[in-house]
């Protein structure tokens, strides 16, 4: 899989549950790109987690 020309993104997996979920720094949002057999709480999990770290996954992919 070829992402060296895709936005700001990161990837999800817990057993057999996987997803994508691109950042929108203009919009300080999170936007699901795709998601597979997640519960409704671990999307919360999954986007809390992502909010809760999201200046930091900028700065990693500022940096690559």
């Known amino acids: 899989m070829?992402?060296?020309q895709e936005p700001v993104h990161v990837h999800a997996a817990k057993a057999?549950?996987?997803?994508?979920?691109?950042?929108?720094?203009e919009e300080l949002d999170i936007e699901a790109?795709?998601?597979y057999n997640f519960t409704?709480?671990?999307r919360r999990e999954i986007r809390r987690i992502l909010f809760d770290n999201f200046d930091l996954i900028l700065r990693e992919w500022e940096v690559k």
């Open 2 to 4: 070829n992402e060296g």
């Open 40 to 42: 409704p709480a671990l």
């Open 16 to 25: 057999e549950a996987i997803g994508k979920y691109w950042l929108i720094p």
């Open 33 to 35: 790109a795709y998601e």
